[in-house]
């Protein structure tokens, strides 16, 4: 079982920068692939970014690509979004998930999710 607390949310002008974190609470995180995804109002979640247990793969949205960063650091049980040049395309409640068996962009395959953190970028 593993719990997900996101944070760093918050109201940024266009072209400016945050960064989000997923603290994870449980055991063995090192061994489970970690994903952010985003929901707009009225849209489907859709996926940002994963990162493989170890840290040594990382996959992203073509939307994000070359201006967000996923990282993680096992040693503090935690996962984090770099995201610069934002655009107010970027609005959404940001969500962090995990799964032991499953590396990837469909959110459906992930079993633990966090409760979300508001990303707002004012144009």
């Known amino acids: 079982q593993v719990q997900l607390v996101e944070s760093g949310g918050g109201l940024v002008q266009a072209g400016g920068s945050l960064r989000l974190s997923c603290a994870a609470s449980?055991?063995?995180?090192?061994?489970?692939?970690m994903g952010w995804f985003r929901q707009a109002p009225g849209k489907e979640r859709e996926f940002v970014a994963t990162?493989?247990?170890?840290?040594?793969?990382?996959y992203y949205a073509d939307s994000v690509k070359g201006r967000f960063t996923i990282s993680r650091d096992n040693a503090k049980n935690t996962v984090y979004l770099q995201m610069n040049s934002l655009r107010p395309e970027d609005t959404a409640v940001y969500y962090c998930?995990?799964?032991?068996?499953?590396?990837?962009?469909?959110?459906?395959?992930?079993?633990?999710w966090g409760q979300g953190t508001q990303v707002t970028v004012a144009s």
């Open positions: 449980g055991r063995n995180f090192g061994s489970y692939s």
């Open positions: 990162i493989s247990w170890s840290g040594g793969s990382t």
């Open positions: 998930a995990a799964d032991k068996d499953y590396y990837g962009d469909r959110s459906y395959a992930y079993a633990y």
